[in-house]
């Protein structure tokens, strides 16, 4: 280290294992002086006391075979309550459609004929309740970034901030430039719209709609005092109508579809049935197929489903699960058989390269 002063450089010798640190500085005299600092301390010279433990053989094969012990009853559980859950997929978008139209099918579902449709399930085995009820759509991009910023949130939960459009086009005012539409973007504008009502030996299932969607979405990110305005007053309608004496807080299904999906196939809570259904009934459903998802080749999906203590179906985890705990239960007995096979004294000097003959 230098310190350079009058043109002249002193050279100060450098401390090993020290950590010094230099400065200068001019008195009122002109007079340049030089100060060094030596800091030393059993933390700056890393001499604390510090664990570092020696990878065996045998630590090597016991954490393995922890690891395969503790992961592989985790997998089996989690498989076994994943295969506890009924689930009930129904895809309707073509056969919902009269055979006759279906060399069109954007033409009819923007046409005006008539889009109730009548459709059959049957349960498999007992479903408890509550039994969820989802729609489900494949190839449509909520992720897509154009579309994830077209909305405002300030004018959902604020009735004040109703003309904060900036951020909406091109749904923000209708006609251009006058009124704007509370709720205003793309997503809100694309709300799903198809309708679902079931029964049951030609009994009605009450649906239940409430409570369908996060407790802190309705409590801090839709207002109370926010209603609807505007709102599919366009010349192209994109998806379903809202109540415009219920605020955006109460409107779930708004709600629902409003928190964006990260993938491009992904299901949205529609309702709960909230009571059993029996093994081998079947269940009529009459639904309204209004949503187009044949412009852009989407599938549509009716899912009921149950669920266990783990959630909804996932196979995934478990064979995630399953699959760490095997390969370390190989890797385990893979080096318990090397270690008995050949053993090897810890830290022989005779496997250094420079102790081996050539």
Same mark, same amino acid.
């Given at each position: ?24 500085? %001019? ?10 600092? %030596? ?5 700056? +010279? ?8 020696? /990878? ?17 009853? =985790? ?9 506890? @859950? ?12 009269? #055979? ?20 059959? /399930?049957? @349960? ?17 991009? +909520? ?11 300030? #004018? /959902? ?24 539409? @509370? ?10 719209? *198809? ?16 409570? =369908? ?18 709102? +599919? ?17 109460? #409107?779930? *299904?708004? =709600? ?18 909230? %009571?059993?259904? +029996? ?6 459903? #009459? ?14 999906? /009716? @899912? ?55």
């Amino acid at each position: 280290m230098s310190v350079r002063g009058s043109g002249v450089d002193e050279v100060v010798g450098c401390l090993p294992l020290k950590l010094v640190v230099g400065y200068r500085s %001019v008195d009122s005299g002109g007079y340049l002086g030089s100060i060094m600092l %030596v800091m030393d301390s059993r933390f700056t +010279q890393q001499e604390l006391p510090a664990c570092k433990p020696i /990878l065996t053989p045998r630590w090597v094969i016991s954490a393995f075979m922890l690891v395969s012990i503790v992961f592989i009853p =985790i997998g089996l559980a989690s498989l076994f309550a994943s295969r506890d @859950v009924v689930e009930i997929i129904d895809r309707y978008e073509t056969d919902c459609i009269p #055979q006759a139209l279906r060399n069109d099918k954007v033409k009819y579902i923007q046409g005006p004929e008539d889009k109730t449709c009548n459709r059959t /399930l049957r @349960v498999p085995k007992r479903m408890k309740q509550p039994i969820y009820v989802y729609y489900q759509l494949d190839n449509f991009y +909520q992720n897509h970034r154009r579309y994830v910023k077209s909305r405002s949130d300030k #004018q /959902l939960k604020d009735p004040k901030s109703e003309n904060d459009v900036s951020a909406c086009k091109p749904e923000d005012a209708t006609p251009p430039g006058s009124n704007p539409i @509370v709720p205003c973007g793309l997503i809100a504008w694309s709300m799903f719209n *198809d309708t679902y009502s079931f029964s049951r030996n030609s009994e009605q299932l009450p649906l239940n709609k409430k409570g =369908i969607s996060w407790k802190s979405d309705r409590q801090h990110k839709f207002g109370k005092e926010v209603f609807p305005k505007n709102f +599919q007053n366009g010349t192209l309608i994109g998806g379903a109508h809202l109540n415009s004496s219920i605020p955006l807080s109460e #409107q779930e *299904d708004l =709600i629902v579809w409003m928190r964006t999906a990260a993938l491009p196939t992904f299901r949205k809570l529609y309702g709960k049935i909230e %009571v059993d259904l +029996q093994a081998n009934e079947s269940i009529e459903v #009459q639904l309204k197929n209004y949503y187009n998802t044949y412009s852009f080749n989407g599938k549509k999906k /009716l @899912v009921l489903s149950t669920t266990s203590w783990l959630g909804g179906k996932n196979d995934f985890i478990g064979i995630a699960y399953l699959s760490v705990g095997g390969l370390c239960f190989v890797l385990a007995m893979a080096f318990t058989i090397i270690y008995l096979v050949k053993p090897r004294r810890l830290g022989d000097p005779s496997y250094l390269s420079w102790n081996r003959n050539p």
